[in-house]
């Protein structure tokens, strides 16, 4: 099985993530998303292979790059994971084991089903407002569908064809579990915010950023 | 006289840039030949511009030439943030292909 995860400007922590990740999932794949720090190297050094946007194209072109290495690898089991240090090792290993033993195609980690830590209020009032307006707009309703912790099959994998760049990739991926027809269902995680993370993380003002791009990719459809 | 051949002339320099944009969209090219001729009507009859803003509930024909340009501006911004975001999945796409072909694994580096 193959963890994509992906980086930018992640040189500070990629490593030590990457190294504990990989004790448990050692085929991992850094879709380093143009990054101008040594984010790469420290990558090369914890074991994981690399592949390199040119420019930074935003977390949905990552990820979607992501999906297609993996598909060239004929992967059977395919996770995302982020290296900021927000996600546990151990909620993957549930994630990977809820998708074999319920036979699912997808499992969506969900902090609000498990816990969170450090999370700030403006955050959590940004997170169920997403949860209501990818509810209300692809009939899913998912308790944290903006989270990044996922376990997918591979035929998903290959599947999935996102064409949002940014962070309006993850209400087009709720949507695409629709319109596949995928059996999926979401399993308790613990998400842990730093000041680390939450200096990389989304920002409030991309709220607004996600509802324009949404708007936009509908009247390209 | 003179500001209404150039208008004229202007109008028409855009009625032929369209005409010739094989690239362009069939509904923006008969948009522009649209919003030419009827910028023609109204600068040879201005009394015209009168006319249609008294049939539409609009007190001057100022006001209407007005209203129609800012509604005309919105789309033809609308029209090129949509070009831009298809040029911009186009350069995704040709970004996704140069990173797939030459993936990068910790063995290449030693070498």
């Keep these: 099985m193959y963890v994509i995860v992906r980086a930018f400007n992640e040189g500070p922590v990629i490593r030590d993530s990457l190294l504990k990740l990989r004790e448990r999932f050692p085929l991992t794949v850094v879709v380093d998303d143009g990054s101008w720090d040594n984010t790469v190297e420290e990558s090369l050094a914890a074991g994981a292979t690399v592949v390199r ?11 979607q790059t992501g999906l ?15 290296p900021d240090g927000q996600h546990r ?11 074999r033993e319920q036979q699912l195609d997808v499992v969506i980690g969900s902090r609000f089903a498990g816990r969170t830590e450090g999370i700030p209020w403006h955050r959590l009032m940004i997170l169920r407002a997403a949860m209501l307006f ?12 903006h989270n990044g912790l996922r376990v997918m099959t591979g035929a998903v994998a290959r599947t999935l064809n996102l ?15 629709k319109t596949l027809r995928l059996k999926y269902a979401e399993c308790p995680v613990t998400i842990t915010y730093t000041d680390y993370s939450l200096g990389k993380g989304q920002k409030t003002s991309n709220s607004v950023r996600i509802l324009f791009d949404l708007l936009v990719g509908w009247l390209m459809r | 006289m003179i500001i209404q051949i150039f208008l004229s002339g202007l109008l028409i320099s855009v009625a032929l840039f369209a005409g010739l944009q094989r690239t362009s969209a069939r509904i923006i090219r008969y948009g522009l ?11 040879w009859a201005p009394d015209q511009s009168l006319v249609i803003a008294r049939k539409v509930g609009i007190a001057r ?5 007005f209203y129609t340009w800012v509604v005309l501006t919105i789309a033809l911004l609308l029209f090129l943030y949509l070009k831009i975001v298809r040029l911009s999945r186009t350069l995704t796409m040709l970004a996704r292909a140069l990173a797939l072909r030459d993936p990068l694994s910790p063995a290449k580096r030693s070498e």
Excluded: C, W
């Excluded at chain 1, 990818?134 to 569908?145: F, K, Q």
């Design chain 1, 53 to 63: 946007h040119p420019f930074n194209l935003g977390a949905g072109a990552a990820l």
């Design chain 2, 33 to 43: 030949l649209v919003t030419v001729a009827v910028g023609l009507v109204f600068v």
């Design chain 2, 61 to 65: 024909g100022a006001d209407l030439i």
């Design chain 1, 68 to 82: 297609r290495y993996v598909a060239e690898q004929k992967s059977p089991i395919v996770a995302t994971f982020d």
């Design chain 1, 89 to 99: 090792v151990e909620d993957l290993v549930r994630l990977v084991d809820m998708l």
């Design chain 1, 134 to 145: 990818t509810a209300a707009t692809t009939g899913v309703r998912l308790s944290d569908p």
């Design chain 1, 163 to 177: 064409r949002q760049d940014r962070f309006a990739y993850a209400s087009e991926l709720v949507a695409q579990l």
